[in-house]
């Protein structure tokens, strides 16, 4: 492989929201040669500026403010063309859409690409490996935003599904809380695996219920994120679990925490979706119960314990 095979200088690219995750992105693109503009709600630059002329627009902002981004961009000018990139994991409290979901409702002529794997922006930001997923319906575009971030050290897949890509990143959050529990109340290995094993299960039923493809969740955006968020504690929604294990309150712990745990947010809307679907999630509800102070971590592990017994597939 030579250097000029990751190299497109001439492509521009605007990245909205400069937190961990859009500053980590950033920091690959720039080493991949592009020139990036960068916004964030601080910037001295106006919207209008750094998205004129981008050929790709990546939103790397926290769903919470997602669609106050795209109700700006829309009275900017932008082409049909621009490719929108969307890098949030959650869920809109509203209408319980996913991120790309919107943003294709905004702007119904431009091409929307889902980026989402298993990438702790810290790791990345050191230089460490990795590899994530690009998603799109339409043939070619996502293959230009994997030139865009693909190094030797940043490995980026192609994927057709964007609604399971997205749903996998966005939905592992919730599991991610539950293992964080897990490990703060000292309950093993074999409890982590089944946890996370089940876990997965719950965002399978949930995914294929939406409409995405039931492979994309045991690939890297699914399963992939999954592993990586439940195991590690630089996971900001790892240490919302793991400091509720400890017997803090939501509140404090979110107060202290360093960016966004989106899973808070995303167990809400999860926990509605599903009951309006009549979908099974049991672990996903004991971590809504359990984020609402309804009851204690020990008895969420309980309720679990306790269901009735079943069959492993059904
Ligand atoms: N940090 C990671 O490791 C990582 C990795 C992959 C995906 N993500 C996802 O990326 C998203 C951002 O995560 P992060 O870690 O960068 O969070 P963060 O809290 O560090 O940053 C959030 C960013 O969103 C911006 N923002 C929030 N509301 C806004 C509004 N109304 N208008 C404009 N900007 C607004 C903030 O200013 C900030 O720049 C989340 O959905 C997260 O799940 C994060
Ligand atoms: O810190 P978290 O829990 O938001 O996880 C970050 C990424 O989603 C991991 O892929």
């Given at each position: 492989m030579n250097e000029e095979r990751y190299c497109h200088s001439k492509i521009s690219m605007a990245i909205l929201g400069t937190g961990a995750w859009g500053s980590a992105l950033s920091t690959l693109a720039a080493a991949n040669g592009y020139h990036i503009k960068l916004w964030s709600r601080?910037?001295?630059?106006t919207l209008t500026e750094v998205v004129k002329d981008a050929d790709i627009i990546l939103s790397a902002v926290s769903m919470k403010g997602v669609r106050d981004i795209i109700s700006q961009l829309q009275l900017v000018k932008i082409s049909p063309k621009t490719i929108l990139v969307t890098a949030t994991k959650g869920l809109d409290p509203q209408t319980t859409c996913t991120p790309s979901q919107i943003w294709q409702k905004a702007f119904l002529k431009n091409p929307v690409v889902v980026l989402s794997g298993p990438n702790l922006s810290k790791e990345i930001q050191k230089g460490l490996p990795a590899a994530t997923v690009v998603a799109s319906k339409i043939d070619g575009v996502a293959e230009m935003v994997q030139l865009i971030f693909s190094s030797y050290r940043f490995r980026v897949y192609t994927n057709h599904d964007p609604l399971g890509v997205e749903l996998g990143g966005t939905l592992k959050n919730v599991i991610a809380i539950a293992a964080g529990v897990c490990d703060g109340l000292e309950l093993g290995t074999n409890a982590k695996a089944a946890l996370v094993t089940r876990g997965l299960a719950e965002m399978v039923r949930v995914g294929v219920d939406w409409g995405?493809?039931?492979d994309t969740f045991y690939g890297l955006s699914g399963l992939g994120d999954l592993l990586a968020t439940c195991n590690s504690p630089l996971s900001r929604n790892y240490q919302v679990g793991y400091q509720l294990a400890s017997g803090k309150k939501l509140s404090e712990i979110i107060e202290n925490?360093?960016?966004?745990?989106?899973g808070v947010n995303t167990t809400q809307v999860l926990v509605r979706r599903a009951r309006v679907q009549k979908i099974s999630i049991p672990i996903a509800e004991q971590v809504h119960r359990l984020l609402q102070a309804e009851i204690s971590p020990q008895q969420a592990l309980w309720e679990l314990m306790q269901r009735d017994v079943k069959a492993e597939y059904e």
């Open positions: 601080r910037s001295c630059q995405a493809q039931q925490l360093e960016g966004t745990a989106e």
